[in-house]
């Protein structure tokens, strides 16, 4: 089966630093509350990075949603002739939005990554 949104392209624009802190924060508390833990991991990027991005899908649904919206408020669909905010049933596939969000993701921490081996 063909993924329905190929050939589609997103541009992906950062947050300014006060907005991927808080955001990295809120993701941090969700997946240490999610673990069971009492405290969340300080260090921002640097920690949502060590800790893994994949752990943003242990947070429980309901408290994911905002974190989710948020990622996708940096997401803008764009064509020849328009780049907008997405719009309902621009994005076809669950797949594409959970790569979408990883990719938000990787766009704020990847300078922890340049370098590593």
Partial sequence: KDNRDKGKTFLITEMDAERAEYLAFSILH???????????????MATLF???IEGIFKIPPDRAKPIFDELMSCVQIKTPSIERNL??????????????KMEVIRLHIDFFTNGAA
């Fill in 30 to 44: 969700e997946i240490a509350m999610a673990k069971g833990q009492s405290e969340t991991a300080s260090g921002g």
């Fill in 50 to 52: 060590a800790e893994g």
């Fill in 87 to 100: 719009a309902p049933g621009d994005i076809l596939e669950v797949t594409t939005r959970m790569r979408l």
